[in-house]
Nanobody, 124 residues
Framework: QVQLVESGGGLVQAGGSLRLSCAAS????????MGWFRQAPGQEREFVVG????????FYADSVKGRFTISRDNAKNTVYLQMNTTKPEDTAVYYC?????????????????WGQGTQVTVSS
């Protein structure tokens, strides 16, 4: 069992930066693929970015490529999402998710564990 807790959300002006963190419990964190998803009101949950268990592979949605950066620290059981050059359309609840097979599919139903989410609001 893995528990995920996100933090770092809040209100930011367009063009500003935020850093989200996702802390995981359990000794197997380093074997999990970790993804960040987001969900805006009335929208489906969408894949934002993912990082494989080793950190060697990362995948970004086109909408955030060049602006967001994912990283992980397996010693701290934590994955990070650095959000730069934010836009109002980035406004959503952001969720981290863990996938036991170590990869990061874009389909949210492939993930085994989810955090409770953290709100990010980007004002124009």
């Amino acid at each position: 069992q893995v528990q995920l807790v996100e933090s770092g959300g809040g209100l930011v002006q367009a063009g500003g930066s935020l850093r989200l963190s996702c802390a995981a419990s359990g000794r197997t964190f380093s074997t999990y693929g970790m993804g960040w998803f987001r969900q805006a009101p009335g929208q489906e949950r969408e894949f934002v970015v993912g990082i494989w268990w080793s950190g060697a592979n990362t995948f970004y949605a086109d909408s955030v490529k060049g602006r967001f950066t994912i990283s992980r620290d397996n010693a701290k059981n934590t994955v990070y999402l650095q959000m730069n050059t934010t836009k109002p359309e980035d406004t959503a609840v952001y969720y981290c998710a863990a996938n036991r097979d170590g990869t990061t599919p874009t389909n949210p139903y492939r993930y085994d564990y989810w955090g409770q989410g953290t709100q990010v609001t980007v004002s124009s």
